[in-house]
């Protein structure tokens, strides 16, 4: 099936039996709860992040110095969602060693070379991965959905601490919707394609399906 980001989106579509440890390059969204725009503003398709913005973008860049295996690409913040490209590898080239501060107790074909992550389209931390991902499939390597879970688990973490220290606006119940939106990327077109279509997000804020105050067409 063809990517079409204004159909593709807003739904989640699972391929049934498809393993999402597989290496490879997948495109997710992640929604705020109620679709609360909590993490700024944009004007004139300028994304203005607020403190809660700067603090998702930051923990997106951290992905790869705690999880091996795990590179992240292109990446924006928008008011009230995310989307981003998550690279899944080889645990043992995929990052540093560390503790697992979200614990607390995919394209997935394999590509003919390997993915090159290019980073976020946003300010990139001391924790942005960069070079390639490696094809081989290690037996713990993490899941597409363990990657997502901690990504939300670290945000709604540091989100409360805001909210409790820094007077940030409260969310109702959960920070982000339960489920989420991904997509296999199955080439370098197709990466070249949603890639694009992440840095041109904000430009298209008051048409977008997330935006409360859109602009219908």
């Known amino acids: 099936m063809t990517y079409d980001p204004d159909r593709h989106h807003r739904r989640s579509i699972r391929l049934k039996?498809?393993?999402y440890r597989q290496p490879g390059a997948y495109f997710v969204t992640i929604v705020a709860q109620d679709r609360?725009?909590?993490f700024g503003r944009i004007d004139a398709g300028v994304v203005h992040l607020n403190d809660a913005g700067r603090m998702v973008q930051t923990v997106w860049n951290e992905l790869p110095a705690f999880y091996p295996g795990v590179l992240v690409d292109q990446f924006?913040?928008?008011?009230n969602h995310v989307h981003g490209i998550i690279i899944l590898g080889n645990r043992a080239t995929g990052g540093r060693t560390g503790p697992d501060p979200g614990d607390d107790g995919g394209c997935a074909v394999q590509a003919e070379g390997n993915w090159q992550?290019?980073?976020?389209?946003?300010?990139?931390g001391p924790g942005q991965a960069r070079g390639p991902?490696?094809?081989?499939?290690?037996?713990?390597?993490?899941?597409?959905?363990?990657?997502?879970?901690?990504f939300k688990t670290l945000t709604t973490r540091r989100y409360a601490d805001g909210v409790r220290s820094a007077g940030w606006t409260p969310f109702r119940g959960r920070l982000w919707q339960?489920?989420?939106?991904?997509?296999?990327?199955?080439?370098?077109?197709?990466?070249d394609r949603i890639r694009r279509y992440v840095d041109e997000n904000p430009a298209r804020w008051d048409a977008d399906e997330e935006n409360p105050n859109r602009i219908s067409s």
């Open 178 to 191: 339960r489920n989420y939106y991904e997509h296999i990327i199955r080439n370098e077109a197709a990466l």
């Open 76 to 79: 924006v913040v928008m008011p």
């Open 117 to 124: 992550a290019r980073g976020s389209g946003q300010a990139r």
């Open 36 to 38: 609360s725009c909590l």
């Open 17 to 19: 039996g498809y393993d």
């Open 133 to 150: 991902a490696p094809t081989g499939l290690a037996r713990d390597t993490m899941s597409l959905a363990d990657v997502v879970h901690r």
